[in-house]
């Protein structure tokens, strides 16, 4: 299983338009109604504010929400203080819908499935980490893919 988050959807969804790759899409569908990708609150109210669309075509497709769990929450608060970061988010780093995502991947021991790509170098300050590598993180411990990578290990043909 995967958790993906907004980015990865909205990249997706904006790469592999429908209409051009219908295969993709039912992909799409069918892992998800397998349980195979999953997609939390957070992220899904973003797509849905971003790309109404997409919000649309999730919902009619039998997507369901996982939600934020107290431990999902608490997780999150821990990688939080790893980081450092006391009140505001950097603009450089994670957000809190990121870490609850990541808590929540950590927590099941899934893949986390986001567009950022590897910082080439890690900032000092691990406030201004980015996803990969704050999943990386010894305590954190979360595989990072990007969607293609998805596409790619399921070893289906999509176009």
């Keep these: 299983m995967q958790t993906v988050d907004a980015s990865s959807v909205i990249h997706a969804w904006d790469t ?3 209409g051009n790759f219908p295969k993709l899409w039912e992909w799409v569908a069918e892992q ?18 971003k790309t109404p ?15 934020i769990t107290n431990a999902i929450a608490q997780k999150a608060l821990r990688i939080k203080a790893i980081l450092g970061i006391r009140q505001r988010f950097s603009a450089k780093g994670v957000d809190e819908n990121d870490l609850l995502i990541i808590a929540r991947a950590s927590i099941e021991e899934i893949d986390r499935v986001s567009e950022e790509r590897p910082q080439r170098q890690l900032p000092g ?19 990072c893919v990007q969607f293609i990578e998805i596409i790619k290990q399921s070893g289906r043909k999509l176009g």
Excluded at 125 to 133: E, L, N, Q, S
Aim: aromatic share 10%.
């Design 16 to 18: 592999y338009p429908i």
């Design 32 to 49: 998800i109604n397998h349980g195979e990708l999953d997609i939390c609150r957070v992220a899904y109210d973003a797509i849905a504010r």
């Design 53 to 67: 669309d997409c919000g649309t075509w999730l919902q009619s497709n039998g997507f369901k929400c996982s939600e």
């Design 125 to 143: 300050d691990m406030a201004h980490w980015r996803i990969p590598a704050v999943c990386r993180h010894v305590d954190v411990g979360v595989n």
